[in-house]
């Protein structure tokens, strides 16, 4: 009978190895995606700095000088 119960717990002790693999690839994949989550706001971030103070004011001095352009012209 000794060696039905070594057996068994053998099989227990290949059964509870999945469930640690899965919590172990749980908790990489978290790690990942936290690490995916904060690279993409400090990117988004880091372009809508550079939009905000670099090409927006070169946009907005572009269409002051169409719209210059626009009221020197002679009225039709």
Known sequence: MSAVEGEDALLLAVASAPKDRRRRLRSILLALMAQY????????????GILRYAVTPQIVAQFEAIEAALKRLPAP
């Open 37 to 48: 989550t904060i690279v993409t706001m400090v990117v988004g971030l880091s372009v809508a």
